[in-house]
């Protein structure tokens, strides 16, 4: 792994370690992440809220959440993706808390989940999904993270970046399958890495595409082979991402 990914590990699980116990369970009430998005007949969109990246530095310091967030709702976004890591995307737990109280979308905590414990609070602070990343967990920690959002009442979106890390999160049940063009070690995007994948995934799983979609027309392209398209940079850096919503729709 690169120096920025075991960085921002070391400093998830210190997170973690200091969160309370993951007990007793607590059970989502948000609208389902899943049935908001599937369906290859058309392309729905996560919206996501991100300030800062690794790869980008900072996005939208100035931004206001709140407003945001009601312009991707309006606008036609299916779900909403909120970063929570504080290091280097400088998101936050409480972004997730007030995201729920803003709008009443699915919302994905976005963030580097390496215990259960995290799981537990994605439900508690108003999570529909949790981002788990194939990249950084085994197959055990996946497969128990992956119960963790089952027995809280998440879906799971499990990420990969290449064949290999597919088929594990093939083998999770009931999973969203996210395709990542960045690679998580180089933060080098592929573009075309998305297009490639996608097929091997079955028909009948929930797919999303992620990263490196700055323009509607390079969304359009993924119809008929994803269900959703995950778009963050294009949109927060967007003075009206309601017209970048509706373009994509057409």
Sequence with gaps: MSAVLEALLAHARTRAANLPAATPVVRSVRPSFGQAIAGKHRLAVIAEWKRASPSAGAIATGADLIDKLRAYRDGGAAAISVLTEDSRFRGSFDDLRQAALAVDLPLLMKDFVVATSQVVLAARLGASAVLLIARVCDDPQLGELAAACRSCGLDALVECHDEHELDRALRVPDAVIGINNRDLDTLVIDPQRAARLLPRVPKD?????????????????????????LVGTALMRSDDPRAFLSEVAR
């Design 205 to 229: 799983r929930i797919a999303v595409a992620e990263s490196g979609f700055l323009t509607p027309a390079a969304v359009r392209t993924l119809r008929g082979i994803a269900d959703a398209v």
